[in-house]
């Protein structure tokens, strides 16, 4: 969750230092917390606060590029043709508001489910799924900016 | 985080978005081209151990060590300190991650946790809004100490809902599982598309084929089958099947003739003309031994009011109506009265079903969190 969470803030190379970092901080300011139930709530704001402290001290935002290296492809196929099809994607998920690229990330980059995404962010489902939709339908915009093809009809199962 | 517009929060999305929410519904082949390639970013590194934080859940049935909590807190911190550091320093060597759930073994094949495959040399946890799946060449186990222990047959899907202390909840959505639990009667809840089953000390088997139909097979102990009012209770030896729209069926036990469990399923589950559904009831009636008593007293809150009287002759036959129970009331479906009878019947004692009723009001029907 944490990686996902600065996955849509800061540039991949930055990413794994800075999730160590998270963790550091959260061991330090564990005494603060209160109440075991907003844990990943806590946890993501250390990520988030994390990710904007890294923007302010080094780096302009309009320079959240990606340098992705085999380094940090963690799936088998690292073909030219897919690698820059997935940082394509990926830059396009980023460009989107806040709420809709951390949670879409959450979602098609760690894998994780709509109710487990809430759980451990502690957002509610309702703004998770809303999330997720609006995120979803500006991504697919994005995409393929063509409306006619944009829109797949329902099949029949 | 939250996009602020709380208005918007729970209007009905679309259809195609049960996919996009739990990986539940159609897929959607964009969504899973998009899974496909963004997937190589996953983070693969454990995470470090917090267990002052998500402690394992047996200390709490035991108020004893409630005595020791400062000297578990001072251990848990130094504990959380060596954890942390073990995995600064070595970011790629595995550190187990505290979750509630279930711990997932790979039997056959190559079963999933949502994206990841589960090794077949470690064990991984199934997590709460996980799901896992199974094609038709793999299989799984999952355990868990307080609860119990579930096989998971070839070409599966169950979803874990809920790990509280007093209710653990999974959803199969189709596929085969097989559960013995150990957890108190009433805890261990599975949905299913067309009925909730609720565990009351037992063993178990429980299919849900693709068009959301269910079947229970009870080999210890006893399972209640609820959709909203509609229940079942299901002993050793017995079966029950559920559709859905319609809910649980009559449960009869397996060794009933075949004519019987013929004429009960069309009774249960076909749209039949009355004349039809009363030579069904006859069929069931006349080939009715004393053990299915278990059918008769369930069909007293299913037949229609006309028919009931014969079915209280026969169920009377087999077992009489004990003191405190009378033809008038049990006509008129008198629920302690109907209670008072089915614990003559040598099952169980059916207060154990009420009290979880009374426990859980809400968990009769399904979790549908769309």
Partial sequence: MVHGVLLAKVPLTEVDDLVQDVFMMALRRLSTLRGTGSFGAWLAAIARNLANDYHRHSVPEDQLTDDTSDNYIAGGNTGGDHEGAATEILEAVRSLPDAYRETLILRLVEGMTGPEIAARTGMTHGSVRVNLHRGMQQLRAKLNPNPSSNAPEQETP | ?370
């Fill in chain 2, 1 to 370: 985080m939250d996009t602020g517009n709380n208005q918007t929060e729970n209007k009905p999305l679309a259809r195609g978005d049960d996919y996009l929410w739990d990986g539940s519904g159609e897929p959607d082949p964009e969504i899973q081209r998009l899974e496909a390639l963004l997937g190589r970013f996953q983070h693969k590194r454990p995470a470090p151990v917090f267990p002052a934080i998500a402690p394992d859940r047996r200390w709490a049935f035991i108020p004893g060590r409630m005595r020791l909590v400062p000297v578990l807190a001072t251990t848990a911190a130094a504990v959380v300190a060596i954890a942390v550091v073990a995995f600064l320093v070595n970011g790629r060597k595995t550190v187990p991650v505290i979750v509630a759930g279930w711990d997932v073994s790979s039997v056959a094949g190559t079963p999933r946790i949502g994206p990841n495959v589960i090794s077949e040399k470690e064990t991984s946890r199934l997590g709460v809004g996980q799901i896992l799946e199974t094609d038709h060449q793999s299989r799984a186990s999952l355990r868990s100490e307080d609860v119990g222990q579930i096989e998971v047959e070839a070409s599966t899907r169950l979803r874990l809902l809920t790990m509280d202390t007093g209710l653990k909840r999974i959803a199969l959505d189709r596929g085969t599982i097989h559960a013995y639990i150990w957890a108190v009667p009433g805890q261990f809840v599975v949905d299913t598309p067309s009925a909730v089953t609720v565990d009351l000390g037992c063993a178990y088997t429980l299919q849900v084929d693709d068009s959301g139909a269910g079947l229970v097979r009870t080999s210890l102990g006893w399972v209640g089958f609820k959709l909203n009012g509609h229940e079942s209770f299901i002993p050793a030896g017995a079966a029950c099947a559920t559709k859905p729209r319609v809910g649980p069926g009559t449960p009869y036990f397996e060794d009933a003739s075949t004519r019987f469990r013929a004429a009960l399923a069309r009774f249960d589950f076909e749209d039949s003309t009355p004349d039809q559904r009363a030579s069904d009831l006859a069929i069931v009636l006349g080939e009715s031994r004393k053990r299915d008593a278990l059918t008769l007293w369930h069909l007293l809150t299913r037949v229609d009011e006309g028919q009931r009287v014969l079915v209280f002759d026969r169920l009377g036959k087999f077992a009489p109506p004990p003191a405190g129970v009378t033809k008038e009331g049990i006509l008129h479906l008198d629920r302690p009265m109907l209670d008072l009878w089915w614990n003559e019947l040598g099952f169980d004692d059916i207060s154990v079903w009420r009290h979880w009723e009374r426990s859980w009001a809400g968990a009769s029907t399904p979790v549908r969190e769309k």
